[in-house]
């Protein structure tokens, strides 16, 4: 990297949910402010330096034929580059549209479709250029983010863990809400990360993260049912946030 290494923050097709959980890390950026120059992030200013960048944030999902465009020149000047959030990760919520007639979407919602300009899906970031590193959820989890930072700027490889939700309850002791609630969750297929929140509070974990590697889905889906999951309730709650995955779209029935 250089003497002050640079850092760019992009947004895609997304809600600026992960920039913002950048900015809200707030006094844990102090540290972090004296490392690194911020090049590009038009979610905090206006200013702007033209790359090469030593790491690029990407937000957001690949949904008009700019993004297209965009992308393949962010990644060209970028010498790391790390995806954040499920839009950018799995192509968020907007990849429902991928299932559906993007024509007819775009006629009932604007008044003259002619004027927009869209592709017929929504896509991860990955399918279009490599990527280095991927943060997950929505949003991603500020720890998560400034330890990936901290680093790189280090000159280290991130410790972003490939294991389940599941393990993270344990770690911070936190009883199995489906066991002992009988509350759904699809914290054993979902991706570590977000420190299992949800099911410290109570709740269900939704699958922000995306799913695990080798999720074994067709083992939990008898449970999901048990507790009170209707076959409508499985098929949304895994198209919500990782609807363009092929291991919850294409999982057993």
């Not at 499920?86 to 008044?111: K, P, W």
């Not at 599941?166 to 002992?180: Q, S």
């Not at 799913?211 to 999951?229: C, D, H, Q, S, T």
Request: hydrophobic share 35%; charged share 20%.
């Amino acid at each position: 990297m250089t003497a002050i290494p640079t850092l760019a923050v992009w947004k895609f097709t997304s809600c600026d949910g992960c920039q913002l959980t950048l900015l809200d890390c707030e006094d844990e950026l102090l540290p972090l402010a004296g490392r690194v120059r911020i090049a590009h992030f038009t979610e905090a200013s206006s200013a702007t330096e033209p790359g090469p960048y030593d790491i690029s944030l990407v937000e957001g999902s690949i949904t008009t034929p700019d993004d297209q465009r965009r992308i393949l020149d962010i990644r060209e000047q970028s010498r790391i580059l790390v995806v954040i959030g499920a839009c950018a990760t799995h192509g968020g919520i907007q990849a429902l549209r991928n299932f559906a007639d993007i024509t007819e979407f775009t006629s009932m919602v604007y008044a003259s479709p002619q004027h927009i300009t869209t592709l017929a899906t929504s896509t991860p970031i990955s399918a279009h250029v490599p990527v280095d590193f991927e943060l997950r959820g929505c949003p991603i989890d500020r720890h998560q983010l400034l330890d990936t930072l901290g680093a790189l700027l280090a000159g280290r490889s991130p410790d972003i863990p490939n294991t389940s939700v599941c393990t993270e309850c344990k770690r911070r002791g936190t009883t199995c809400v489906t066991v002992a609630e009988g509350i759904p969750c699809l914290g054993p297929v979902t991706q570590a990360g977000c420190g299992a929140l949800c099911p410290a509070y109570h709740r269900g974990c939704y699958g922000c993260f995306g799913p695990m590697a080798n999720p074994n889905i067709g083992a939990l889906l008898p449970i999901l049912r048990v507790n009170g999951m209707s076959t409508g309730d499985i098929d949304r709650v895994f198209a919500t946030y990782a609807a363009a995955e092929p291991d919850f779209t294409e999982r057993p029935r």
